[in-house]
């Protein structure tokens, strides 16, 4: 095109303000695509044939590769023309069907997969500190219950408000394994009985009322009608059935002593044994909880009682059982995944879950998911870095590209005017 085809050119561009009407329709854009696309880029280092200078090596994508990858990054130039770099031949050489790269588009890309990159550290970021205070307060917390099992040693913990376990000085289990309590719930005993520190065998008291007792023992069973008040520590060597709620104002105490302990070894897979228990709701089968195999033993207990009584009395009437919903586990599959947290009765086969058995693996498995979530923000971070660090490359290649424009399009211009005149 000579001077005078370039300002017809010039005179029929009409000059516009760049308002947001000049954008049609614009939209956001999923940067999650443009992450996807540049982790696909195919980046290399290479010569370029037609260089000014020869035998430089660059690094930078390859028009036909990303064409493949990004099309809209690449335009096919049916004939573009490059000073020959030889002392030798044509000034000018034509390279028919170049592909000419947007450095704009692949720019707007990355700048795309940054955003994304970014977005992705924020999340994992405030997912990791969202654990590491779980993992606190859970911390805090088993300090907090370690310095309560610590005052209450020696005490029989029960179940109190807010399902946590608490203790009374009045109950308590010496050393030696005794039970002491400073109060018993009524009973009647015709008269006063002194046994002169001997063993009272076969009996069956009613009403009346026992004092100064140094100790008392049973061989067999001992069945309470009524409210039953121990004002010390109980000492239980069996299991303990409890037909109605256990509420206490201390915690549960799990013996662990290290001392006590070993093949002590860490737990392995806890996310996996987590993901294969399953917590449920329920209600108990009318005739099972209460008024059915829990039942068992103490309707056993109550009728040979009865064989033995003397006539009069009775016992209070037991709860309904529970009609409302009830969060738990089904034992049985607990069983399955962790055995050691189930324990069977022996009389009639019912399953029991220990749920603080469970609480080890809660542990572990929210240590072995910070760690991958630690690990997958550092991985994270080193790909943002090398992201930024490519992106630094493609501005700076952009900007020697648009000076060396700048400098083509001022030689034509100069050529133009010479040839004019």
């Not at 009069?312 to 607990?334: C, H, L, T, Y």
Request: with cysteine.
């Amino acid at each position: 095109m000579n001077a005078l085809g370039l300002l017809a050119v010039l005179l029929a561009v009409t000059a516009v303000d760049a308002t947001d009407d000049s954008y049609i329709d614009p939209q956001p854009v999923n940067t999650s695509m443009c992450l996807a696309a540049v982790e696909g880029l195919p980046l290399r280092v290479f010569g370029f044939k037609y260089d000014s200078k020869q035998g430089r090596r660059q690094v930078g994508v390859v028009g036909p590769e990303l064409r493949t990858v990004m099309p809209d990054s690449v335009k096919i130039v049916p004939s573009q023309p490059f000073p020959n770099p030889l002392k030798t031949g044509p000034k000018i050489i034509k390279v028919r069907n170049y592909h000419h790269v947007d450095h704009n588009v692949l720019f707007m890309h990355g700048l795309g997969a940054t955003q994304e990159l970014a977005r992705l550290h924020r999340a994992q970021a405030e997912l990791v500190a969202e654990l590491r205070n779980e993992s606190e307060f859970a911390a805090a917390r088993a300090a907090r219950r370690e310095a309560e099992f610590a005052r209450g040693r020696g005490r029989l913990a029960a179940f109190g408000e807010g399902g946590e376990l608490a203790g009374s000085e009045g109950l308590r289990v010496d050393e030696a394994g005794v039970l002491h309590a400073a109060r018993i719930g009524a009973f009647a005993a015709a008269g006063t009985a002194d046994f002169g520190n001997h063993t009272l065998q076969g009996a069956r008291i009613r009403g009346g009322s026992a004092a100064g007792l140094a100790r008392l023992s049973t061989l067999g069973g001992a069945t309470v009608g009524g409210r039953l008040d121990v004002r010390s520590d109980a000492h239980i060597s069996g299991s303990l059935t409890a037909l109605g709620l256990v509420s206490g104002a201390g915690p549960y105490h799990d013996i662990s002593d290290r001392r006590l302990k070993t093949d002590v070894r860490p737990i392995v897979g806890a996310r996996a044994l987590l993901s294969r228990l399953r917590g449920v709701t329920y209600s108990w089968r009318r005739g099972a909880a209460r008024g059915g195999l829990l039942r068992a033993e103490a309707a056993q207990a109550a009728a040979g009682d009865a064989a033995g009584a003397d006539g009069g009395g009775g016992s209070e009437a037991r709860p309904a059982p529970d009609a409302q919903q009830i969060v738990g586990f089904i034992a049985q599959e607990v069983e399955a995944v962790v055995p050691s947290a189930v324990s069977t009765r022996a009389a009639d086969g019912v399953k029991a879950v220990a749920t603080s058995r469970l609480v080890p693996l809660l542990v572990e498995g929210v240590n072995e998911m910070a760690a991958v979530w630690e690990r997958e923000r550092d991985e994270l971070h080193a790909r943002l870095t090398s992201i930024e660090r490519d992106n630094a490359a493609l501005r700076a290649e952009l900007r020697a590209n648009r000076e060396l424009a700048e400098r083509l399009l001022a030689a034509m211009g100069r050529t133009d005017t010479l040839g004019h005149a």
